[in-house]
């Protein structure tokens, strides 16, 4: 079957046992991912950013629902190799996938943003991804401030989706298009 037409549990079973048990907390759901690429690629064209890409879920339903080039960034060399396999596997051409620290990225090289929340594993430790995870509220609270920086810096019509968490990296310059999800999806673009 084609990857652009399985639901959350067929695409969840293309990962190994132990990540797709982190499916519900960490990896997004298959309609979250399609609703928001509809939104950061329309028109086209677009360059999209996945922020913390972790085994490529997001990118994956992204790329073969969209013409879009979707970049995922993500700090854990095991989760982008796995995330890189799959775009192989199923030769998904127009996602690539870096192993980098996301703060490390010249945001200006994207036209818009997938921002599921990657800072929370400082402050909940439920589902870890790693074993040496711990609380560091000063940490989640530095890295909030600087993508919001980022996000300031960047120019009018920027795009931004946000999936869960309370959106205090959105900066005031930025307007709540709308919302799905019960609340849980919001839809960002920069204005003037
Ligand atoms: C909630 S998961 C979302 C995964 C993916 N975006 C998706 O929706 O399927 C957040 C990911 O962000 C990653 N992450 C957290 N802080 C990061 C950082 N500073 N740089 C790069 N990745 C980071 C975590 O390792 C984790 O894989």
């Known amino acids: 079957m084609e990857l652009r037409e399985l639901t959350d549990e067929e695409f969840d079973l293309l990962y190994p046992v132990k990540i797709k048990k982190l499916s519900g907390t960490h990896w997004t759901p298959v309609g979250v991912a399609k609703k928001a690429i509809a939104y950061l690629g329309e028109g ?7 922020l913390g890409s972790g085994v490529g879920k997001f990118c994956l339903v992204a790329a073969v629902n969209s013409e879009a080039k979707i970049t995922g960034v993500e700090q854990r060399m095991n989760l982008v190799q796995i995330s890189g396999k799959l775009a192989e596997k199923y030769q998904v051409e127009n996602t690539n996938f870096i192993c980098d620290d996301l703060r490390n990225l010249d945001f200006n090289q994207f036209d818009s943003f997938y921002f599921f929340n990657a800072f929370e594993e400082n402050i909940d ?8 995870n711990s609380i560091n509220h000063e940490q989640y609270h530095a ?4 993508i919001r920086k980022k996000f300031e810096e960047l120019p009018v019509e920027t795009r931004i989706v946000t999936y869960c968490g309370d959106a205090s990296e959105i900066p005031e310059s930025y307007r709540l ?7 849980k999806l919001k839809f960002w ?4």
């Open 177 to 183: 298009i709308k919302s799905g999800n019960k609340g």
């Open 125 to 132: 430790l439920r589902d870890k991804l790693h074993k040496d």
């Open 143 to 146: 890295y909030k401030k600087l």
């Open 44 to 50: 086209g064209g677009k360059s999209v950013l996945d």
């Open 189 to 192: 673009e920069k204005r003037v």
